[in-house]
């Protein structure tokens, strides 16, 4: 996989003049089963989240409230993207390294996970990634 398989999906709005609804089903709107589902907030001012990688999990990241960037690294390309719908999120493939940062205040980034959290499924140092990714 390669960034250009991580990307920004629309998900469907219901709009009400009581308020709008927006809902993600499994294999539905997202391209896999939701195993997990967490959430950062209070990222103070200057922080940075992420800073690793997936062997074999796929996540879809929304900005339920304020903004973020999420910045992908396939170990030969960049993207950058902005976050700040809640109606809009990031699908990640595996094997993306992934950093977000740029958290506007009181912003909350909510993460659906295909698997349920295993260490052993995470690469926290970039050189290991490059590694398994490209055998450098």
């Not at 940075?48 to 690294?73: C, N, P, T, W």
């Not at 595996?94 to 698997?115: G, K, T």
């Amino acid at each position: 996989m390669t960034i250009a398989d991580c990307r920004i999906i629309d998900l469907p709005i219901i709009k009400d003049p009581r308020g709008n609804l927006t809902f993600v089903e499994s294999n539905n709107q997202i391209p896999f089963g939701i195993e997990r589902v967490y959430y950062l907030y209070d990222v103070p001012g200057g922080s940075e989240r992420g800073g690793h990688a997936h062997k074999g999990l796929s996540q879809f990241i929304i900005a339920m409230s304020g903004s973020f960037d999420v910045v992908l690294d396939d170990g030969k390309n960049k993207k950058r993207v902005h976050l700040n719908r809640s109606f809009q999120g990031l699908y990640v493939c595996p094997m993306m390294w992934r950093e977000l940062d740029n958290f506007s205040s009181h912003s909350v980034c909510m993460v659906l996970a295909s698997q349920k959290y295993d260490e052993a499924d995470y690469y926290r140092d970039y050189g290991e990634f490059m590694r398994a990714r490209w055998g450098t």
